[in-house]
């Protein structure tokens, strides 16, 4: 059974610093991977979508990567800004579309 | 273009009731799923449909859950015999084709059971 982990479940970090979010997955045998962003009460936005054959993604000051061999991606957003401040999930998808439970991230002005 | 809607966005209902909660994906999108969110909780999979049929109903919990679409656009997600454990924020979210394909996700249904 797949199982999606994010660590840490929150963080908090002075604006302008350079930070990591990770997720690791149990199975594999993914056909992509998904990082969305969720803001308080409201749905969830995608951000980057990584194909299982790619290896990274970028848009803007996001980049995600993704490791399918040791069941990681990483999620690096640079020059942190206060409206940064969100929950971050990541997702996989094999049969069914499994979701971690988030990290918090809050940027401290 | 306008993106996934869902209404209503906040539904409170008493043990027992019945409910149903709609979803409006963004035109031309054939793939819907339904999740469901706890608090502190990422979405779990409820739900997914390939046009008018459920591909995959493998996450509805028991039988008091049921969804359709019965002309490949809006989806209707119902419950029955409602419990308080029920209580959750409901999510629809629409793709164009596929699980391949990048998701988007409507604002949700906050559902309150008493």
């Known amino acids: 059974k797949q199982e999606v982990t994010q660590i840490p479940a929150a963080l908090s970090v002075p604006e302008g610093e350079n930070l990591v979010l990770n997720c690791s997955f149990t199975d594999s045998a993914i056909y992509n991977l998904q990082w969305f962003r969720q803001d308080p009460g409201k749905g969830l936005t995608s951000l980057l979508l990584i194909q299982s054959s790619q290896r990274e993604q970028t848009s803007g000051r996001l980049n995600a990567s993704l490791d399918k061999s040791s069941g990681r991606s990483t999620l690096y957003i640079a020059a942190s800004q206060p409206g940064d401040s969100a929950t971050y999930l990541c997702?996989?998808?094999?049969?069914?579309?499994?979701f971690g439970k988030g990290t918090r991230l809050h940027i401290l002005p | 273009g306008a993106g996934v809607s869902q209404t209503p966005s906040n539904k409170v209902t008493e043990k027992g009731k019945y409910v149903e909660l709609r979803c409006d994906p963004i035109s031309g999108h054939t793939a819907l799923y339904w999740y469901r969110q706890s608090l502190g909780q990422g979405p779990e999979f409820l739900i997914y449909f390939q046009g008018t049929g459920a591909a995959d109903d493998s996450g509805l919990p028991n039988d008091r859950f049921f969804a359709v679409r019965p002309e490949g656009s809006v989806s209707t997600l119902k419950i029955q015999r409602t419990e308080r454990g029920d209580s959750a924020v409901y999510l629809c979210?629409?793709?164009?084709?596929?699980?391949?394909?990048?998701?988007?996700f409507g604002p949700g249904t906050r559902l309150t059971v008493l």
């Open positions: 997702a996989v998808l094999d049969d069914k579309i499994i």
């Open positions: 979210a629409s793709s164009l084709s596929s699980g391949a394909d990048t998701q988007y």
